[in-house]
């Protein structure tokens, strides 16, 4: 059995990540998954969160917001919305923008359903952010 697999995560964009890993975790829409080399064959819907790539002793982390995975084989696909390196999130931008989306008012269903979904993008944002920091590593 082999020791590592592909990654490759995809945007509508642009290709983001296409490396080997010895580990990947991902952030599904109702919890968080780690995928090694073997893994059973699968597809998952993806929420928001940090997307892990471990390969050696490096450690890549990602913002990743909704899409879906597929491990099959010694390839796990990402394709996502949006995919943005850790280090690229600014945590005081995101923790303002989460100030402004909570203090704006919704007085309908589908306007709470969507402050909540944007509050619950930015939150992600700043853990991830936070994580990227070198005293977090």
Known sequence: ????????????????????????????????IGIAPGHTPMIGRLGCGELRIRGGEETSRFYVEGGFVEVLGELVSVLTNRAVAAEELDAEVAEEQLDSTQRRPAHADEEFAERDRLAGQLRAQIRVAHRALPSSR
């Open 1 to 32: 059995m082999s020791t590592s697999m592909q990654c490759v995560v995809v945007t509508p964009e642009r290709t983001v990540v296409d490396q080997r890993a010895e580990f990947v975790a991902l952030p599904l829409f109702d919890g968080e």
